[in-house]
């Protein structure tokens, strides 16, 4: 299994960008790196997925090292809302494509 | 459509309850999930269900018994549960079970209180 490794937590000022690493050394050429988040109390929510290429969405941007072994989510502008746990998951591939999660790192958003 | 609804959103059941957790999703998704999180941990997956049949079950105890009566709808039956069972049930779909560039969607969950 390819582990990721995230800080426990981070704070951000609101309006600031907010870079959140991730480090999967392990990681098979064929294994998507996502991200979710989680609000408190709420459903894991969807950010952004990549397999080798940067990817940018309405959410977020996310940036693969070339050796693949770590990324980062940026969160362009960050507001309140956006606090939350956020879970780096590399996606099994050879275990049906099962979504393990980590233990996710909190970020905090101060005004 | 593309939520995934789970109902009740909170239970509260005693040690000798029968109940049910429903999860509906009408995304066209055959693969539907199971997962448990308890408090400030992160989710677990219990069950994988993949075309109605059951593919994975991550060792979970008997008293928890899953079912997938149609495409649609995902459910947890729960009997004899104990009190360290409580916890943030969430259910969770996605295209394909295989396939591995689409990401899942979660339902909101339903809190389960065990006294």
């Known amino acids: 299994d390819a582990k990721t490794t995230q800080p426990p937590s981070m704070d951000c000022a609101e309006g600031r960008a907010a870079n959140l690493p991730c480090n999967h050394s392990?990681?098979?050429?064929?294994?998507?790196v996502y991200w979710y988040r989680q609000i408190h109390s709420q459903g894991p929510q969807y950010i952004i997925h990549?397999?080798?290429n940067n990817e940018t969405n309405e959410m977020a941007s996310l940036i693969i090292t070339e050796d693949r072994k770590s990324s980062t989510l940026i969160l362009p502008h960050a507001t309140l809302r956006d606090t939350a746990v956020y879970y780096c998951?590399?996606?099994?591939?050879?275990?049906?494509?099962?979504?393990?999660f980590g233990a996710g790192t909190q970020v905090v958003v101060t005004p | 459509d593309t939520e995934v609804t789970q109902t009740p959103k909170h239970l509260v059941m005693g040690m000798t309850n029968k109940k049910s957790l429903k999860c509906e999703q009408h995304?066209?998704?055959?693969?539907m999930y199971w997962y448990k999180q308890k408090a400030k941990k992160p989710p677990e997956l219990m069950f994988v269900?993949?075309?109605?049949?059951?593919?994975i079950n991550e060792s979970v105890p008997s008293r928890f018994s899953p079912e997938c009566p149609n495409s649609s709808l995902l459910n947890l039956h729960l009997h004899a549960l104990q009190p360290e069972d409580s916890a943030l049930y969430l259910c969770?779909?996605?295209?394909?079970?295989?396939?591995?560039?689409?990401?899942?969607?979660f339902g909101s969950g339903t809190r389960l209180t065990v006294v």
């Open positions: 998951i590399v996606r099994l591939t050879d275990s049906w494509g099962k979504l393990q």
């Open positions: 392990t990681i098979s050429g064929n294994e998507y």
């Open positions: 269900y993949s075309y109605e049949k059951l593919s």
């Open positions: 990549g397999l080798k």
């Open positions: 969770a779909s996605s295209q394909d079970l295989r396939e591995a560039n689409y990401g899942y969607t």
């Open positions: 995304m066209g998704h055959r693969a």
